[in-house]
């Protein structure tokens, strides 16, 4: 075998993998900044109206009702 023929595709693979590298840090990188840079946004909860405060309740108060006549039916 040539062995300038090896180093020189030895070389070749060489430069090929330090670009490849470098592009894969520069990717890296960015992703890092980007995440850094941005400050977490805070999760707004959803806000109840007082309509919809009433008719919940009105609807909870049905529901506890229909469990307490279905309790008394099964214990009597």
């Known amino acids: 075998m040539d062995v300038k023929r090896i180093l020189a595709e ?5 430069s090929r993998i330090t670009r490849a590298v ?3 840090e520069a990717i890296s990188n960015d992703g890092i900044k980007r995440s ?3 400050t977490p ?16 309740s009105e ?4 529901r ?3 469990g307490k ?5 099964k214990a009597a």
């Open 10 to 14: 030895l070389r070749g693979e060489q």
């Open 22 to 24: 470098a592009a894969l």
């Open 36 to 38: 850094l840079s941005t």
């Open 41 to 56: 946004k805070r999760r707004r909860r959803g806000r109840m109206t007082a309509a919809g405060r009433k008719r919940l």
């Open 59 to 62: 609807l909870m108060k049905k």
């Open 64 to 66: 506890w009702a229909q």
């Open 69 to 73: 006549m279905k309790r008394k039916a």
